[in-house]
T-cell receptor
Framework: KAGVTQTPRYLIKTRGQQVTLSCSPI?????VSWYQQTPGQGLQFLFE???????NKGNFPGRFSGRQFSNSRSEMNVSTLELGDSALYLCASSIRTGENTEAFFGQGTRLTVV | AQTVTQSQPEMSVQEAETVTLSCTYD???????LFWYKQPPSRQMILVIR??????QNATENRFSVNFQKAAKSFSLKISDSQLGDTAMYFCAFMKRGPNAGKSTFGDGTTLTVKP
């Protein structure tokens, strides 16, 4: 069974640009969550999508947005990039049914803003 | 809001010995899950162990076990017979239980080095 796939693995962007990151969850998983990981702030929750609906949202500015498609694949978009957006962006998928809460993480996308 | 605190930024242990990583949390929720994740240098986060707050029995997964003290809001991870492959950053995480509970709150992590 394929794991969670995040693309691209590495990305370099310039301040002011926008970027789209992709996450393909494990087959059958309907929940996709996004996290930002930085040395200074640790792991911060961005948002969670379940069946194409945003179900939870963290404390990030509106420049950070996401969506989920009918096949559960998810994209995250960051507009008007700032230097502080440089981070490892992690995606996690889970079945999210009943008591099954285990989240499986992808390898992340390393975004560098210059 | 929930907070998770890991007070040990770095720890080291000799191969084959036992080490305990600390985690405390703060929440007003009564039903929740606690997790320990491992993130090796390859950076893929892997679930090590999970504890349901309503269960009094401490979770165990092979060499990994937890000491869950609900009243004290403490959730420590014990690694027995440490192996070189256990070298990684370990994160403690909290998640509220419920149908719309999809947000995990993580601690800042503890970097564990297993020495030969």
């Amino acid at each position: 069974k394929a794991g969670v796939t995040q693309t691209p693995r590495y990305l370099i962007k310039t301040r002011g640009q926008q970027v789209t990151l992709s996450c393909s969850p494990i087959s059958g998983h309907r929940s996709v969550s996004w996290y930002q990981q930085t040395p200074g702030q640790g792991l911060q929750f961005l948002f969670e999508y379940f069946s194409e609906t945003q179900r939870n949202k963290g404390n990030f500015p509106g420049r950070f947005s996401g969506r989920q498609f009918s096949n559960s694949r998810s994209e995250m978009n960051v507009s008007t990039l700032e230097l502080g957006d440089s981070a490892l962006y992690l995606c996690a998928s889970s079945i999210r049914t009943g008591e099954n809460t285990e989240a499986f993480f992808g390898q992340g996308t390393r975004l560098t803003v210059v | 809001a929930q907070t998770v605190t890991q007070s040990q930024p770095e720890m080291s242990v000799q191969e084959a010995e036992t080490v305990t990583l600390s985690c405390t949390y703060d929440t007003s929720e009564n039903n929740y899950y606690l997790f320990w994740y491992k993130q090796p240098p390859s950076r893929q986060m892997i679930l090590v162990i999970r504890q349901e707050a309503y269960k009094q029995q401490n979770a165990t997964e092979n060499r990994f076990s937890v000491n869950f003290q609900k009243a004290a809001k403490s959730f420590s991870l014990k690694i027995s017979d440490s192996q070189l492959g256990d070298t990684a950053m370990y994160f403690c995480a909290f998640m509220k239980r419920g149908p719309n509970a999809g947000k995990s709150t993580f601690g800042d992590g503890t970097t564990l080095t297993v020495k030969p």
